[in-house]
């Protein structure tokens, strides 16, 4: 693209934000082959953590019928699915901040 063209929005944004990372110091170094392996290992083994949480909540869900019963394994659920998210999601940032050989 040449520098008098037009840019986008997301074109501008996108600079200001590296222009913003730049003056606070943040630099960008780009992914081994070796985090990216880690990193979709970890998204596998977490996607099915939360699909077998989604199987365990249905199949408890339609055996129950008591509406206070139900509130109670939706909340779990909920719980459940935010905790492995959240695991999940500090496992990948761990990652990202191993330095890069």
């Given at each position: 693209?040449?520098?008098?063209a037009?840019?986008?929005?997301v074109?501008?944004?996108?600079?200001r934000?590296?222009?913003?990372?730049?003056?606070?110091?943040?630099?960008e170094?780009?992914?081994?082959?070796?985090?990216?392996?880690?990193?979709?290992?970890?998204?596998?083994?977490?996607?099915?953590?939360?699909?077998?949480?989604?199987?365990?909540?249905?199949?408890?869900?339609?055996?129950?019928v008591?509406y206070?019963?139900?509130?109670?394994?939706?909340?779990?659920?909920?719980?459940?699915?935010?905790?492995?998210?959240?695991?999940?999601?500090?496992?990948?940032?761990?990652?990202?901040?191993k330095?890069?050989?």
């Amino acid at each position: 693209m040449e520098d008098d063209a037009p840019k986008s929005a997301v074109e501008l944004a996108m600079a200001r934000f590296k222009k913003q990372d730049a003056d606070a110091g943040v630099s960008e170094t780009p992914m081994t082959a070796d985090q990216k392996a880690e990193i979709a290992e970890v998204r596998q083994t977490y996607g099915a953590k939360l699909a077998q949480e989604e199987i365990l909540y249905k199949t408890k869900l339609h055996a129950s019928v008591d509406y206070d019963e139900r509130q109670k394994m939706e909340e779990h659920y909920r719980r459940d699915v935010e905790r492995i998210t959240n695991e999940r999601d500090r496992k990948i940032e761990k990652i990202h901040q191993k330095p890069g050989v």
